[in-house]
């Protein structure tokens, strides 16, 4: 069983910056692919950003369209530690953030995820 750890959500001003961390912890063995996903209330859950490798911070990475050099993903093995920097915060970015983790190539899609952390939330005020 994998355990993820997200942290590093909060408040901010649009144009603001954040930092979110997942770590990962348990059994957690090999390689595996992190995926960031948002829900804002209402809404769908929604992939955001996904790194194909954690092992290796140059891996694959996908971004959803309306993130798309704002945030970036990336990883530290060292740490078990996956990372989402968000710049130029948007109110629309406001939403509970997830990380997720499976042992295979990444994915966009929320169901083909097998662990999940509990969620922090973004607020972006304007």
């Known amino acids: 069983e994998v355990q993820l750890v997200e942290s590093g959500g909060g408040s901010v001003q649009a144009g603001g910056s954040l930092t979110l961390s997942c770590t990962a912890s348990?059994?957690?063995?090999?390689?595996?692919?992190i995926g960031w996903f948002r829900q804002a209330p209402g809404k769908e859950r929604e992939g955001v950003a996904c790194?194909?490798?954690?092992?290796?911070?140059?891996?694959?990475?996908y971004y959803t369209d309306s993130v798309k050099g704002r945030f970036t993903i990336s990883s530290d093995y060292t740490r078990n530690t996956a990372y989402l920097q968000m710049n130029s915060l948007k109110p629309e970015d406001t939403a509970v953030y997830y990380c997720?983790?499976?042992?295979?190539?990444?994915?966009?899609?929320?169901?083909?995820?097998?662990?999940w952390g509990q969620g922090t939330q973004v607020t972006v005020s304007s």
């Open positions: 997720a983790a499976r042992y295979s190539d990444y994915s966009a899609r929320a169901w083909q995820y097998a662990y």
């Open positions: 348990g059994r957690t063995y090999g390689d595996y692919a």
């Open positions: 790194i194909s490798t954690v092992t290796d911070s140059d891996g694959d990475t």
